[in-house]
């Protein structure tokens, strides 16, 4: 199932990893799309909570991956699954600005095709 994931041209596979070291977070994310490495982003940001970073380096691979063509399929590999869940609390926290433009990536995404997906993959550190 994963090779055929990996080689599917409609399926956009994201991988982030999100890290902070002397008060400096950086974020990369790779996506690939028919198993070839399309897209590497780096960002560096100081004085931001490890949460933060990690819903801004879901922000953006998210945006990027939606707005590809023919993709139907989004798979986001994180080790944070616990931040990714932030994006569908309701209740107040800081972090809604990033989780409100998350979700208005998926309303899009969800529009130009209800059969889009999306899944949130967890790996361990």
């Known amino acids: 199932m994963v090779i055929e994931l990996l080689t599917s041209p409609s399926t956009a596979i994201v991988v982030?990893?999100?890290?902070?070291?002397?008060?400096?977070?950086?974020?990369?994310?790779?996506?690939h799309i028919a198993n070839s490495s399309l897209i590497k982003t780096l960002h560096h940001t100081t004085f931001v909570m490890?949460?933060?970073?990690?819903?801004?380096?879901?922000?953006?691979?998210?945006?990027?991956a939606s707005n590809k063509?023919?993709?139907?399929?989004?798979?986001?590999?994180?080790n944070?699954?616990?931040?990714?869940?932030?994006?569908?609390?309701?209740?107040?926290?800081?972090?809604?600005?990033h989780a409100v433009a998350i979700l208005s990536d998926f309303c899009q995404f969800?529009?130009?095709?209800?059969n889009n997906l999306i899944e949130f993959w967890e790996y361990p550190s």
């Open 16 to 31: 982030i990893d999100v890290s902070i070291k002397n008060d400096i977070a950086t974020f990369i994310s790779h996506m």
């Open 50 to 64: 490890s949460t933060k970073a990690e819903l801004f380096a879901i922000r953006c691979s998210i945006n990027q």
């Open 69 to 78: 063509e023919n993709v139907s399929k989004i798979i986001v590999i994180t």
């Open 80 to 97: 944070s699954i616990h931040v990714a869940k932030k994006i569908f609390d309701s209740s107040l926290h800081p972090f809604q600005v």
């Open 110 to 114: 969800f529009t130009n095709n209800q």
